[in-house]
């Protein structure tokens, strides 16, 4: 079956937050291009098996079979060579509810957490919002590509209990290699750290690039780590609340289903289960075609911003549909960015201040949207009159 990526969904009403500007403080007309969702229809196998479901009329408390543990393995083991157990599974509303319960399942007020901005900003507010102590290994921006800085790594890591990984990352784009990874889980293991691998963009990697599991590089890098994985940001499935959380070491598993628990936390939803498990089972020429199309998206913008605003620069992406774009060029504040962004360029990106350190005078685009709509965001880019933009 071909599908058709470039068809235009009208998401208004159907209470997306990304198309209802207002609830959010913006004006009516902006073209909403921020929150990592996408504006495809998810694969015909997921919208048949959930309308199914749903004509069954009985919605119950709910949990899932052999069957549904199946599909995620083959899933993992075809693609990235991991192959899992069933009992190391937890099914949670979300990942960045697992990184919230597993920073309070596994560190104490106080304990110091890793993370590498500019990064996924509830990484942040994980470790804020629950009294841990932030350490920030800001990623290191040079000649348009982004590495990490290891020894300034392992110097955060020695203060600390916990790291947060981002692989691939969100939102400079790196699908971390086997070395980076090997080195960073070396660090974690020599200081004794827990590594909670949010690996959500798993399937989003260009052609070139290969996404490593980072708990199957190693035993020992299993037994510190928490594997966060969803098929929502995969196959477009974000509102159903469902994300599978791995973890092979008894100990933190057990403490961490504790801490669930302990949140009132027990059934998954009925609606996800169904919707994962058809997608794992059913989805793989969907998102293969989805990955060609996102490819051509990236390239379209690439050539558009060199061509028509070479001041915004984007920083070639290696996985996730997001595009990190660095319009420091532009001479203006962050906040004056955002304010000609909406209010001249009547676009709703997503600020790069709100990913931390590393982030001003950068915009995250969403580039998961029919081409057309893509063309008309960078319409709306080019038309503002940046050289004519009052510098506040
Ligand atoms: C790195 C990363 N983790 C987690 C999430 C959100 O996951 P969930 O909706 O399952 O909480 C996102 C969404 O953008 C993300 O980019």
């Avoid at 921020?34 to 004509?55: G, I, K, N, T, Y």
């Avoid at 290191?140 to 981002?166: A, H, N, P, W």
């Avoid at 974690?188 to 959500?200: H, M, P, S």
């Avoid at 469902?242 to 403490?255: G, M, Q, T, V, Y």
Wanted: glycine fraction near 8%; charge should be neutral; hydrophobic fraction near 40%.
């Amino acid at each position: 079956m071909k599908y058709d990526f470039d068809r235009v969904i009208d998401r208004s009403n159907s209470y997306s937050i990304k198309y209802e500007p207002s609830w959010r403080g913006k004006p009516d007309d902006v073209l909403p291009l921020w929150v990592a969702d996408m504006d495809f229809a998810a694969p015909v196998c997921v919208q048949e098996a959930l309308v199914s479901r749903a004509r069954h009329g009985i919605f119950g408390y709910s949990e899932p079979d052999a069957a549904y543990f199946d599909v995620i393995r083959k899933w993992f083991e075809e693609r990235f060579g991991w192959t899992m157990e069933r009992d190391w599974l937890t099914i949670t509303p979300g990942v960045v509810n697992a990184i919230y319960i597993a920073v309070r399942a596994l560190t104490k007020p106080g304990d110091g957490i890793v993370i590498q901005q500019p990064v996924y900003y509830p990484f942040e507010s994980s470790v804020k919002k629950t009294g841990r102590q932030l350490f920030v290994n800001e990623l290191v921006y040079s000649g348009g590509r982004y590495s990490i800085d290891f020894e300034d790594f392992e110097t955060k890591i020695k203060q600390s209990k916990m790291f947060i990984l981002c692989n691939p990352h969100n939102p400079v784009g790196r699908v971390w290699n086997r070395d980076e990874l090997a080195q960073m889980g070396e660090i974690c293991l020599r200081y004794g750290v827990i590594v909670i691998a949010d690996e959500i963009h798993q399937d989003f990697v260009f052609p070139g690039h290969k996404h490593f599991v980072f708990a199957a590089l190693n035993r020992n890098f299993a037994d510190i780590t928490i594997t966060c994985t969803s098929p929502s940001k995969t196959f477009n499935l974000a509102g159903l609340m469902s994300a599978n959380i791995f973890i092979s070491n008894k100990e933190l598993r057990d403490k961490f289903k504790w801490e669930y628990n302990s949140c009132g936390l027990s059934q998954p939803g009925v609606m996800g289960i169904i919707a994962c498990k058809a997608a794992y089972e059913g989805g793989a020429q969907w998102l293969e075609q989805l990955l060609d199309y996102l490819a051509g998206n990236m390239l379209f913008l690439k050539t558009y911003l060199s061509q028509h605003i070479p001041k915004i620069r984007l920083i070639e992406p290696e996985g996730t549909y997001l595009a990190w774009m660095d319009c420091n060029e532009l001479g203006l504040s962050p906040q004056n960015l955002e304010d000609t962004l909406v209010q001249k360029g009547k676009l709703w990106l997503s600020s790069g201040l709100s990913f931390g350190k590393g982030g001003k005078g950068f915009e995250r685009i969403n580039a998961a949207c029919p081409r057309s709509v893509l063309q008309n965001a960078l319409e709306r880019l080019k038309n503002i009159e940046w050289e004519n933009t009052e510098r506040k």
